[in-house]
């Protein structure tokens, strides 16, 4: 069965740190391209950051360019995703998902308050 989990989700403080984790099975990790998106109700999803195969290239939308890093371990089939100096406005479900589109995880969720 194809599968992404997602974990890692929690309440912070602004200014903190998370990182999320996404653990995929059931088809070949490395050879695909891989996104973190985040979705908050009344907002449309949005594409947070994406990974090449190899994880040799990598985006990030505007609004976390410089506080978040997207990584990959092809070897435990995990893909990551480090986030910084956190802000209320990153309170969101967080997901992982295939650029193909095709498949995605139930998400984690990340609030940000004091």
């Known amino acids: 069965e194809v599968q992404l989990v997602e974990s890692g989700g929690d309440m912070v403080q602004p200014g903190g740190s998370l990182r999320l984790s996404c653990a995929a099975s059931?088809?070949?990790?490395?050879?695909?391209?891989m996104n973190w998106y985040r979705q908050t109700p009344g907002k449309e999803r949005e594409l947070v950051a994406q990974?090449?195969?190899?994880?040799?290239?990598?985006y990030y939308s505007d609004s976390v360019k410089g506080r978040f890093t997207i990584s990959r371990d092809n070897a435990k089939n995990t893909l990551y995703l480090q986030m910084s100096s956190l802000k209320p406005d990153d309170t969101a479900l967080y997901y992982c998902?295939?650029?193909?589109?095709?498949?995605r995880g139930q998400g984690t969720q990340v609030t940000v308050s004091s």
């Open positions: 990974i090449s195969s190899a994880g040799g290239s990598t």
């Open positions: 059931g088809f070949t990790f490395s050879s695909y391209f």
């Open positions: 998902a295939r650029r193909t589109g095709d498949v």
